[in-house]
């Protein structure tokens, strides 16, 4: 068998429903289009909230308010258990050590580590944030944990 041997499962393949050919198909006439109109004309959208050109509720209700969310600074995350990753020669470990690691994304300024993994070597690290099992893991492993 070859692939240009290849042949479609029987009923596989439906024919087009074709529109506007006699009332008894169920799409003649104005072939499910509804009326005339805008709606029935090819190529026709019009976007959601349109109202025929009067002035749409969204802009004759006042706006209110202000949002942060789009300038809020999120940390970027590190569990402990990413550390092993690191070369063997690397003690001190930062946000831009971890970026060309490739652990993180880009040179974060907020670096928050977590306390999921274990720790086999002495790190010092740091970072704005620890968890308390993160902070208490690297120690015991003979490391520090320092909040910059």
């Not at 479609?8 to 005339?36: D, L, M, Q, W």
């Amino acid at each position: 068998m070859k692939l240009h041997e290849l042949k479609n499962v029987k009923g596989a393949i439906h024919r087009k429903k074709r529109v506007g050919c006699g009332e008894g198909g169920g799409h003649g006439k104005t072939s499910g289009r509804g009326g005339k109109g805008q709606s029935a004309r090819s190529g026709s959208s019009i976007r959601p909230g349109f109202e025929g050109g009067q002035m749409p509720l969204y802009r004759k209700l006042p706006h209110r308010g202000f949002n942060q969310a789009a300038f809020r600074n999120q940390p970027e995350v590190v569990n402990v258990g990413d550390l092993a990753r690191l070369d063997a020669g690397i003690t001190e470990v930062n946000s831009a050590i971890l970026a060309k690691a490739g652990i993180v994304r880009g040179d974060k300024v907020l670096l928050k580590v977590l306390g999921d993994g274990e720790v086999t070597r002495a790190f010092t690290i740091t970072a704005a944030k620890f968890s308390e099992t993160a902070k208490a893991k690297i120690e015991k492993a003979g490391g520090q944990a320092i909040v910059a």
